[in-house]
């Protein structure tokens, strides 16, 4: 009897997530697998027929760095990634999960660092957070109807709270007693059994914790000890998972810590991505130092991958309200002031102007955003002359200087005025460069987190629309079928997933991409409903790229049209658990 399909994608360029070459071939799908990849194959035998001549037929994009953990309790379709092909998200990014932790401690670590209003997330876990263990989390995430598939690590913050408390677990005094480094090792170890890829850490001092009892303390993570991380990471060894971290910007020695424990001259590596390689605008020593980096580890036995965003780091802000302005004291100063009224008053003292001039201009602290107001552009605002206009012009022609203008505006206008700068990845020949660095994991989109900041959740098409354009510029960066392979199977391999790859056998997730879609413009900001939030979100939406997306053989999204059915409905997307557990 002649194979029945359930579908049939006819005549696309087929890609396989392997990095083999493309050919033109049919693909069958039937009870959620591939069923068969060739030419011309028996058509009469599916239920449907797609006709893909002159398309692409590709696996679905994994975004191996999201901040999803919040969102998808409430609508589990995650949309917006699935719209622009991704099938498969990684949550509990930064030390942040929202599992070990009590629910008013697992909001206030995420808020603010996310920027995420905690007057809306809290409420979400309130009503629906009856977990304290990762087995608890899992039989609950199992239950939602999810849209694409997912991968979790452990976040090293929620697990430290969830053990010692909020309080203790943000004194620079207190370690962890034997018992509680014991408990938060089980909870680990059980997480590892159950499929999580690893355990997610925070070095770096920019991210606090929002609420009132522990306010603009740094998130628990910082509090560390490099002997209780150690220890974690023994578990990471022994199962072959990731540990995902950020260093201490203001502390560059401190990455060495991360490095020497993904070294393994006489032990097994440990797998290590950190976050991230960026081609600084303000501070050109980042790249390099970050590649050489990366050789050397990599060179003595290591397994280490830095996270590299392929595009430009663009950067939105509603007046003060950016994670750019925790990174130097007078804008920590700001920040730490919830209320507006004391927030104006501490902007205009002149002693504060003074320490917030002295900071912008010093050139030698460790720094993300290049404070430069000149590289910075007003998009909204009340007083519409100040509208396309970079801050270092408006105020030259005050005659004042750029900070008292900047602060100035501040006070009369706070968060109704809207700006944006580039902080990074801005050269185009230096991102090539990068992209095709092997010692990366192409992803840092940061999808759920933010809403208001960035935008990347279409970050892959960013990638394939550089390599497509150098292509046809007659200086190709890579060959196509490799840029989707990094996108894809690369990433599932190197975190331990089924996932990535649609060879015969191989789960139906996958997607129809028109090539000529990548010719627009993918940059331009657009605001969305965030489903169940009540939010509204900045995004980037391109019509015309993706035609269709199938998780687990069921269409998920058609001719730019999310379907119904999608976070809804149980059948597309699962838990997927690494190294085969």
């Not at 999960?97 to 995420?116: G, H, P, Q, W, Y």
């Not at 002031?337 to 501490?346: H, V």
Request: glycine content about 8%; proline content about 5%; hydrophobic content about 40%.
């Amino acid at each position: 009897m002649a194979q029945h399909y359930d579908f049939v994608i006819r005549g696309g360029r087929y890609f396989d997530g392997t990095g083999a070459p493309a050919t033109d071939s049919d693909v069958a799908v039937k009870d959620g697998r591939v069923a068969a990849v060739g030419p011309a194959l028996d058509a009469d035998a599916a239920d449907r027929v797609i006709d893909a001549h002159g398309k692409w037929v590709l696996p679905g994009f994994l975004d191996t760095h999201t901040h999803y953990d919040a969102e998808l309790l409430v609508a589990p379709s995650l949309s917006e990634s699935v719209r622009h092909g991704v099938t498969t998200v990684l949550v509990g990014s930064c030390s942040l999960s929202m599992i070990c932790a009590d629910t008013e401690d697992a909001s206030d670590i995420f808020t603010r660092v996310e920027t995420v209003p905690r007057e809306k997330v809290l409420p979400i876990l309130e009503a629906k957070k009856t977990w304290r263990t990762p087995a608890q989390w899992l039989e609950h995430i199992q239950s939602l109807p999810l849209g694409p598939n997912l991968i979790s690590l452990l976040g090293h913050s929620d697990l430290r709270t969830g053990v010692m408390g909020l309080e203790r677990a943000t004194d620079r005094r207190t370690r962890p007693s034997e018992q509680e480094q014991k408990t938060m090792e089980a909870l680990l170890e059980e997480a590892l059994k159950l499929g999580f890829a690893g355990l997610s850490t925070m070095c770096l001092k920019f991210d606090k914790v929002d609420g009132e009892r522990a306010w603009s303390k740094t998130l628990p993570s910082t509090y560390a000890r490099w002997s209780e991380v150690r220890r974690l990471n023994r578990l990471l060894r022994r199962y072959d998972r990731v540990h995902q971290g950020a260093p201490n910007a203001a502390n560059p020695l401190q990455i060495f810590q991360y490095l020497g424990e993904a070294v393994g001259l006489l032990r097994k590596p440990l797998k290590t991505t950190l976050i991230s390689m960026l081609d600084l605008k303000g501070n050109a020593t980042v790249r390099p130092m970050a590649m050489l980096s990366a050789r050397v580890t990599n060179w003595l036995n290591g397994d280490f991958r830095w996270q590299l965003l392929p595009t430009a780091f663009s950067v939105y802000a509603d007046g003060m309200d950016v994670v750019l302005f925790e990174e130097f004291g007078a804008g920590e100063m700001a920040l730490d002031l919830k209320d507006q009224i004391e927030r104006n008053e501490l902007l205009q003292d002149p002693a504060y102007r003074r320490l917030f001039r002295k900071n912008y201009g010093d050139k030698l602290s460790p720094r993300v955003w290049q404070r430069d107001f000149a590289d910075a552009v007003v998009l909204d605002c009340p007083d519409p002359a100040l509208v396309g206009r970079d801050f270092a012009s408006l105020a030259a022609e005050r005659g004042v200087h750029v900070v008292d203008f900047f602060l100035d505006a501040m006070i009369e206008h706070g968060r109704k005025l809207r700006w944006f700068t580039v902080i990074g990845n801005h050269d185009q020949e230096r991102l090539k460069q990068m992209v095709c660095f092997p010692h990366t994991l192409l992803t840092f989109s940061d999808a759920g987190a933010h809403i208001r900041n960035m935008a990347f959740y279409n970050m892959p098409l960013h990638f394939l629309k550089l390599v497509l354009q150098a292509q046809r510029q007659g200086e190709p960066v890579m060959p196509m079928e490799k840029a989707i392979w990094r996108l894809t199977g690369e990433q599932a391999d190197w975190l331990g997933v089924e996932a990535g790859k649609i060879r015969p056998g191989d789960r139906a997730d996958l997607m129809i991409l028109d090539p000529a879609g990548l010719d627009q413009e993918l940059e331009q900001p657009q605001w969305a409903e965030m489903e169940n939030f009540g939010l509204q979100r900045m995004v980037n939406r391109n019509p015309g790229i993706i035609e269709a997306v199938w998780i687990n053989g069921k269409l998920a999204m058609e001719n730019d049209r999310v379907m119904p059915a999608l976070g809804r409905e149980a059948g597309f997307g699962r838990f997927l658990p690494a190294g085969g557990a």
